[in-house]
């Protein structure tokens, strides 16, 4: 055998549930985290790099909120910042994690089981948290984006409320997040909060929303949520299609309506994964209507 060659790649688990529900379930995180050593939900650090160090000291205390088996940590952890606390409700990701980071000398960096619902910190205890696709797991079974179920406003009104009392008087959250600000501001705006809004996006396809939310730096300005968002201009890459992070997209119907008719009889890619996306997560009867003539 030619030793410059080399052997086929090892073949991916399928770890995707049947249902986007699933997510919300404890044990299909500890069954996946069993099976899959390392996923990145919504771009890997390279790709926002530039905007998280904007607002991170080297001194900065971090709480990672949803570790899960991202490299998150590790990435900052390079970039000098050490005093990092991650959190995840998975005893099998915590496990894992602690394994890894010990692994790589990386012992500075503390891991806990614990629920981001439920914050086992004291008040203004963190300078910075930081969230990536965990708020957007609370939204899968949400009903209606714009009017969500109050089960689902509950859990991410005490997921924010938790967020905001750890947080020191003048400290950041980050959240990366596919949720877009007609979205999210409803819930950033809540009252309560005496955090400043702002946005930016990065991606190549669809974008990804890097919020910044900076504690005790409300204005005025941040009292309504009905700031008018441009849908971005999505070209879609070959692997963001299989990209399993898309399950998360909130406002899938509105672009559905531009894209299904023009592309479903042309790109049998992009139809099979319109399918996918909607008989997961939403309803996919009006897709099935626009979509018969071309193959899944």
Request: aromatic share 12%; charged share 25%.
């Amino acid at each position: 055998m030619d030793p410059t060659q080399t052997g086929p790649e090892p073949q991916k688990t399928d770890v995707a549930p049947a249902t986007a529900s699933a997510y919300l379930d404890p044990h299909y995180w500890d069954q996946r985290f069993t099976e899959e050593e390392h996923y990145e939900w919504f771009k890997d650090y390279s790709h926002f790099r530039h905007l998280i160090l904007q607002h991170i000291k080297p001194d900065s205390s971090i709480l990672e909120v949803g570790c899960g088996n991202s490299q998150l940590c590790e990435e900052l952890y390079r970039d000098g910042i050490t005093d990092l606390t991650c959190i995840d409700l998975s005893s099998v990701a915590v496990g894992k994690m602690k394994q890894r980071l010990s692994s790589k000398g990386y012992r500075e960096i503390k891991v806990l089981e614990a629920d981001m619902l439920d914050l086992p910190f004291e008040d203004e205890y963190f300078d910075v948290v930081i969230e990536k696709g965990t708020m957007d797991v609370l939204f899968v079974d949400s009903g209606d984006p714009w009017n969500p179920k109050r089960e689902t406003a509950s859990k991410v009104m005490a997921m924010l409320q938790g967020v905001h009392r750890v947080l020191k008087p003048h400290g950041i959250f980050l959240s990366i997040t596919f949720g877009q600000p007609h979205f999210r501001r409803p819930f950033f705006n809540a009252p309560e909060f005496t955090w400043s809004i702002e946005w930016r996006t990065f991606g190549d396809g669809f974008h990804y929303f890097f919020y910044i939310l900076k504690k005790g730096q409300r204005s005025l300005d941040n009292s309504g949520y009905a700031e008018k968002v441009d849908v971005p201009s999505i070209s879609l890459l070959h692997e963001e299609l299989d990209d399993e992070a898309y399950l998360f997209r909130t406002n899938f119907d509105e672009i559905l309506l531009l894209l299904v008719p023009p592309y479903c009889a042309t790109d049998s890619r992009i139809n099979r994964f319109l399918i996918l996306y909607l008989s997961r997560v939403n309803n996919c009867y009006r897709a099935e209507a626009m979509c018969t003539q071309s193959p899944i």
